[in-house]
Structures are given as C-alpha cells and as structure tokens.
C-alpha cells in the first residue's frame, strides 16, 4: 500500500471468505483502521490487523465522514456488504465528496452482489435482462417504489427484488405482493435468505403460497418472466441459445415435422399479412381448417401488436389460456369470489380498472366476455380476442364484443376455446417483440 493516506471502500461480498476477492483481502488485512456496520466487520473481525470502528444503522454519514477525516494520512478500509455501488455505502461517499472540497486519494474494490450470490444458487435465474428493485422506503418514497415494481413488473423479465422485509416496514412486503399479483398473476418467486451464509434457505413457491414470515432482510427474491423455466429446485432464464444454436429438445425430426406443417398451411392460407398468420395460427392450434372462415376482424390486428409493444396489460379469463402465453397475464379467475355470477365473470368485474388499456383474452367463457362488454365503456380495452366455446351464450357474447368501439378477433358461431385465444395472443405478442 501507499505511504500516504488512502481511502478504500471495500464490497466484502455475502459473507463466505471463499468469496472474497483476493484485493479486498490484500486492502482489509494491511489497513491501518477498518471502519463499517457491526454486522459486516463481525464477517471480517478475524482479518483485520488494524484498528476497528464500528457503529449500527442509520449511522451510515457519520461513518463515511469518519472515513474520509482518518484517510487524509491513514489507510482506511470502509467495508460494505455485497458490492458498495449496489444499495451499498460507495454512492454515499461519492455523494458526500462532491458536495465537499476535500482533495482524497480513494478506490473502490467490489464485491460479490446479493444478486450474484442468489442467481448462482438458484441456477440462473437471471442470465440476460433484468430488473433490480429495493422495498426499502428509508431514502426514497413508497410510492416512488411502487411505481418502479410496476414498471420493472410490466416489463417481462425475472425482478430481483432486494431488502423485502424488516421488523419495521413488514407492511410494504405484503403491498408487493399484491402488486405482483395484480401484474403478473401467481407466479413463482425464488426464496433465498443467507445467501452463502450460516442458516442459508433456498426454495420456490407460487406467489400465493409464499407466507411473508418466511421473508427478512437477509432474502434476495427474484420474480419469475414468463420464460422461466423451473427444473426440481433450479431455476432458468433462457437467453435465446436455443434459438440460435439449436440446442435442447429441437431435434432433425421435429425441425422437419414444424416446417412441413408450416408449408402446408402456407399452401391452404397463403400470404403474408398479419391477419393471414393469425389465421394459420388459429387452424395449427386446432387442426380444423374450418378457422381460416371463421375468425373475424374488426379492425386493424396491428394495434393489438402495437398495444403489447407499448407495454400493455394482458388479462385473460382462465388459467389455460394464461398458461399457453409467451407472455406475462392476469387470470381473471384468481380474482374472484363467491358470488352468484361465475367465477370469469366476477373476476372479469374485479379487474375493471386494469382492463383499461390492456389486451383482453377470453378464451373460455361467454360470461366472462359478457362481463367485459358491461365495463368496457367506462374502462376500454386497447384490443380484445374473444374465442369463448359452447352452446350457450358462446355466440351472443361474441357477438356483443364486436358491438363495442374497441379492435377484436372473434371466431363466428360455438367454436372457440382456450387454445385458440392463446394461439392468436402469442401471433400478437411474438409480432411485437419481432418487430
């Protein structure tokens, strides 16, 4: 180390000294004063050669400007769990330093983040894209946090959600919850607490499963896109390898059976557009030749496209059709109580105010589609597909939804069914991402 006094802000990682790195060992060992959280230096205790000040939260100022007044001739080593730029004490050093003149020879050495430690646990959770949120409101507002969690939530990629849960502010644990249900559904959520630390716990649950007990501050959450993939207790974002590489089950034959299909419906539906694929779609999802005459198209299907591009809500009737989606979806089903009406039905009614402006798909019950033409007056959707099967009601309903002011796909007469609003929904989704 330097003669001169030096500063150095130090990520010790989750705790394990397999991973700390070998400079924050080399910077912890040879400092001259050792300064952080209790919590942190009783990680390192046993490294440190120098002299130790430690101090508890919300004493993090005082300890920054400790650290910089003895680093003026001493060798400080300031440590901060995980990484210190992410949620850690760098940001506040670098903060303070500008809004003083002090002339400070300092580096910053990082750290294994939170992150990095729970996605190595988990598999690969995250492996591309991805969202970062803190519940923590002791610097910024709730409602700013609320408004970032639907952000990121809307998004479709896995959101790793940091400082969930304390003794104080267990409130806003349970307020998250609800909004990733309200966006995403009953998704799953990977629990990791201790990351790499004594009392470590690793599990999955479905959202509705989880009980916010189980959740403190030392557990990383990470929400699951609807490209997660789940594998015993390994969880997978794919990157698109296997788009690129043909890699997994994407074998000769079944490459050649897919392009075959595809070549016979292009002979049976040809063209180009995109009513013509929703078409092809439709008859591949059922095998019925009959949909290619039986879908009808009021207005244009680009602004479904154009609708889930700008980041629409997607809510459907049931779980199945929710299910088939390449997509993130609310399933008004889970949303309903015990009433007179059907279940589609009230949940459709409880759903109101996210039906505005969403992209709605009812696949299953005429009811359902009913209740949508009651709100969508006062609560437009921006696109409806409306597939609903049977004998009774299905045509009436279907009928009713080409009434309103608002874009839809609609099969004439009783078919219909979940498969088919699925099939039409990924045309749309997969044309907004392509494009």
């Excluded at 499963?209 to 594998?231: A, G, K, Q």
Aim: glycine residues 8%; aromatic residues 4%; proline residues 3%.
């Amino acid at each position: 180390m330097p003669s001169q006094g030096k500063l150095y802000v130090v990520g010790i990682g989750p705790g394990n000294r397999d991973l700390l790195t070998l400079k924050a060992y080399e910077v912890i060992r040879n400092a001259d004063v050792v300064i952080g959280h209790r919590r942190y230096i009783d990680l390192i205790r046993d490294l440190v050669r120098g002299e130790i000040v430690e101090s508890t939260m919300r004493k993090e100022l005082e300890r920054v400007k400790l650290a910089v007044e003895l680093s003026r001739d001493r060798n400080v080593c300031l440590v901060s769990g995980g990484d210190p730029c992410i949620y850690g004490i760098a940001s506040l050093v670098e903060e303070y330093l500008s809004t003083t003149e002090i002339s400070l020879d300092y580096e910053i050495i990082p750290g294994v983040s939170a992150l990095n430690a729970a996605n190595s646990l988990l598999g690969c959770a995250v492996s591309g894209d991805h969202a970062v949120i803190s519940l923590s409101d002791s610097l910024i507002s709730w409602e700013k946090i609320e408004h970032r969690l639907r952000l990121a939530l809307r998004s479709d990629v896995p959101v790793v959600v940091y400082n969930p849960s304390s003794r104080r502010r267990s409130e806003n644990l349970k307020k998250a919850l609800e909004i990733v249900l309200s966006e995403r559904g009953d998704v799953k959520v990977a629990v990791v607490k201790n990351a790499y630390r004594d009392g470590q716990e690793v599990f999955v649950r479905n959202l509705s499963e989880l009980n916010p007990e189980e959740v403190d501050m030392s557990t990383v959450l990470v929400i699951s896109s609807s490209e997660t993939v789940f594998t015993d207790r390994r969880m997978l974002t794919p990157r698109g390898y296997s788009l690129k590489y043909e890699v997994g089950a994407k074998t000769k034959m079944a490459r050649e059976i897919a392009e075959q299909s595809a070549g016979i419906l292009r002979n049976i539906i040809p063209g180009n557009t995109l009513k013509d694929e929703i078409a092809r779609r439709a008859v591949m999802a059922t095998g019925d030749l009959s949909y290619r005459d039986l879908l009808v198209f009021k207005g244009d299907p680009q602004e479904g496209v154009e609708a889930i591009r700008r980041g629409a809500r997607i809510v459907v009737d049931v779980e199945m059709v929710r299910a088939g989606l390449r997509a993130e979806a609310i399933a008004a089903v889970n949303f309903a109580e015990e009433t007179e009406r059907t279940r589609t039905a009230d949940g459709i009614l409880r759903l109101k105010e996210k039906i505005e402006g969403s992209v709605v798909g009812i696949g299953n019950a005429p009811s359902a589609a009913k209740a949508l033409c009651e709100i969508a007056k006062e609560h437009r959707p921006a696109f409806i597909v409306a597939t609903p099967v049977g004998f009774v009601g299905a045509e009436e309903a279907k009928e009713m939804v080409r009434r309103l002011d608002v874009p839809s796909i609609t099969t004439m007469g009783t078919k219909g069914g979940s498969g088919v609003c699925a099939a039409i929904l990924n045309c749309l989704i997969e044309h907004a991402r392509s494009n």
